[in-house]
């Protein structure tokens, strides 16, 4: 590989540029789903990941961009275990009243 090859992968512990979620991340989502309603109180419109970033360390960490509908979003950060713990996604932390317009940034 030249020096100015681009690997796809980013290094290792190393953040994903934002993309469009895949149907497997939004089944992750909404994994953490009751946790955000509970943590949060709130009850979005609805719950649907228009951006993600990805982290992997001994699992994969997240980064949601949410629409929760009415024009606001909630970012996410989740952390999701090696499938051999059989633990569930865990809902990190998150912030409320996000726009449309801003970065997925990690927080």
């Given at each position: 590989?030249?020096?100015?090859a681009?690997?796809?992968?980013?290094?290792?512990?190393g953040?994903?540029?934002?993309?469009?979620?895949?149907?497997?991340?939004?089944?992750?989502?909404?994994?953490?789903?009751?946790?955000?309603?509970?943590?949060?109180?709130?009850?979005p419109?609805?719950?649907?990941?228009?951006?993600?970033r990805?982290?992997?360390?001994a699992?994969?960490?997240y980064?949601?961009k949410?629409?929760v509908?009415?024009?606001?979003?909630?970012h996410?950060?989740?952390?999701?275990?090696?499938p051999?713990?059989?633990?569930?996604?865990?809902?990190?932390?998150?912030?409320?009243?996000?726009?449309?317009?801003d970065?997925?940034?990690?927080?």
């Amino acid at each position: 590989m030249s020096d100015n090859a681009k690997s796809e992968y980013p290094l290792k512990g190393g953040w994903t540029e934002p993309d469009s979620p895949s149907l497997q991340d939004q089944a992750i989502l909404h994994k953490v789903k009751k946790q955000y309603l509970e943590k949060s109180g709130t009850n979005p419109e609805q719950f649907l990941a228009v951006l993600v970033r990805t982290q992997l360390v001994a699992g994969t960490n997240y980064l949601f961009k949410v629409d929760v509908g009415g024009d606001l979003y909630s970012h996410l950060s989740v952390f999701n275990p090696l499938p051999y713990t059989h633990k569930e996604p865990d809902l990190v932390s998150f912030q409320l009243n996000k726009t449309k317009d801003d970065e997925l940034e990690i927080f």
